[in-house]
């Protein structure tokens, strides 16, 4: 790789690291829809993505000995709910690369399991793809959308977390809100866990000399193990 495309890498994984950082704080401090789905789905999305593209772009280094192609980038596309699938494919390929192989196994496995992960990721992936600008489509075309909305991907994620937990209560307004704050830590948790699986899988070395260097890069310094408590 030049000079440029080290420099531009540098910036990407630090954009990466940021939004990723501010993402599961927002998922972690949704409260209500219409003041909070904004910031979740754009961060997210955003933040996954250019987590997911740094990384698999480093292991391409490595298996086809240059960065993926302008074309093959756009190719990619918003779609992280697919891009996702393809790390993990990779995760499994190669994980027998890794310093430690057990462990890594074990973070695959409760990663690849969650499914409270997979509802995130088709929500963030339909945002990304073309619930941006949902709303806009919608008065343009006076129809609606031949996709759900986002916020109606969500709804289902929430009701998945919250029947894990017991089920939405049904008494004081206080209950309900302490109940929402449960349901969007859990949802946080899973998404902070799935970018340190991203952070260990790169220095772990399965994604390549490069993936292990930016392994690094795409988690802050001393944050602590999500997995750990």
Not at 104 to 109: A, F, S, V
Not at 122 to 127: D, F, I, K, M, N
Request: net charge negative; aromatic share 10%; with cysteine.
């Amino acid at each position: 790789m030049s000079d440029t495309q080290v420099f531009a890498l540098i910036n990407e994984a630090k954009s990466a690291q940021n939004l990723m950082r501010d993402a599961v704080d927002a998922v972690r401090n949704f409260q209500e829809p219409t003041a909070h789905s904004d910031a979740v789905f754009t961060l997210g999305s955003i933040g996954v993505e250019k987590t997911l593209k740094v990384m698999l772009g480093c292991v391409a280094v490595e298996t086809d000995g240059a960065w993926p192609s302008l074309a093959r980038m756009k190719q990619w596309g918003h779609d992280v709910e697919t891009l996702a699938a393809t790390l993990m494919t990779v995760a499994r390929e190669r994980a027998h690369l890794a310093v430690a192989n057990n462990y890594m196994t074990q973070l695959i496995e409760r990663v690849d399991g969650s499914e409270t992960l997979s509802l995130l990721f088709a929500t963030l992936s339909r945002y990304g793809r073309s619930g941006r600008f949902y709303y806009l489509d919608v008065l343009a075309t006076d129809e609606i959308g031949r996709f759900d909305a986002p916020g109606q991907y969500w709804e289902r994620l929430e009701a998945h977390v919250a029947g894990g937990l017991g089920g939405m209560p049904y008494g004081s307004v206080e209950e309900f809100d302490a109940f929402i704050e449960q349901v969007s830590s859990a949802i946080a948790v899973e998404l902070d866990t799935w970018w340190f699986f991203v952070h260990r899988l790169g220095i772990q070395g399965c994604l390549g000399p490069l993936g292990k260097t930016f392994g690094w890069e795409i988690w802050p310094f001393r944050r602590p193990d999500p997995t750990s408590s």
